[in-house]
């Protein structure tokens, strides 16, 4: 008999998309929150803008939160599933002698 390979063309979309959807913007998002914690601590005159550094820490923890959920997404969606074992059949006894005890 042959087995079946299952297709994991789904998996590999599935994994793309939460890269691309979640993972990307995440990425994007460190470099602004940083800089606007450090904006909101350091008020130079010169620097023409004034942000508060909540708006630093919210876009931190946007961006680790779609960091984990594309790395999570990722790990269900390509991990090997485990086949179910089938039950064992009715179990004979073997049909050669015992050996004589001693």
Known sequence: MEEKKPSRTGAIIGTIAAIVLCGLPGLCLLCPGGVAILAGYVNYNNVGFDVPSWTGYASLCLSV??????????????????????????????????????
């Open 65 to 102: 939160i779609f960091i984990i959920i594309a790395v999570v997404v990722s790990i269900l969606l390509l991990r090997k599933k485990k086949a179910p074992e089938a039950a064992p059949a009715d179990v004979l006894p073997p049909q050669e002698p015992l050996p004589p005890a001693s």
